[in-house]
């Protein structure tokens, strides 16, 4: 199983939108800059969020794109089935023909495994994305060698 390009751009993309759409319409060519992805591969991307109806598009001077709901209506699994990436560990595609036309010995496995990741990737959020991006800039570590761990201060350490 791999998520390939399409995907891990598609969720970037996202989250870059989301970060920065409360100063209006984003530009392709803004995140296209700030991430480092093709502004061609990144208008197939949108093109298919679009019609996903996960983005809303405004033309013209001043425009880009918007989230078309908020951010946390938006599951990282609704963005990667968007664009039409497959989350799919089994060797069959679902199909059952394994081995030899017959179902492998280790299908359900694979098949589970494509469940949990779905259903991983349903429960993270653009919105939680975004918090952690902001949160991102420091780092809270407990010191917990200390003898009453109630009593351990925090030590706030700027990131790197």
């Not at 700030?34 to 019609?51: D, K, M, N, W």
Request: charged share 20%; hydrophobic share 45%.
């Amino acid at each position: 199983m791999r998520l390939t390009t399409k995907g891990r751009f598609a969720v970037t993309a996202m989250v870059d939108l989301a970060m920065r759409q409360t100063r209006g319409p984003v530009t392709l060519a803004a995140i296209s800059e700030r991430q480092h992805i093709s502004l061609s591969y990144l208008e197939q991307l949108f093109g298919r969020l679009r019609r996903s109806g996960l983005v809303t598009s405004v033309r013209g001077p001043g425009g880009g794109y918007n989230l078309a709901q908020p951010a946390q209506n938006v599951s990282v699994a609704d963005i990667i089935v968007a664009v039409d990436e497959p989350l799919d560990a089994t060797q069959c595609g679902g199909k059952e023909n394994c081995l030899d036309d017959k179902r492998c010995m280790t299908h359900d496995l694979w098949a589970r495994l494509n469940e949990k990741m779905y259903d991983y990737l349903a429960s993270v959020t653009l919105a939680d994305l975004v918090a952690h991006q902001l949160g991102k800039h420091v780092a809270v570590l407990h010191d917990w060698r200390a003898a009453d761990k109630t009593a351990a201060k925090p030590v706030v350490l700027a990131a790197a």
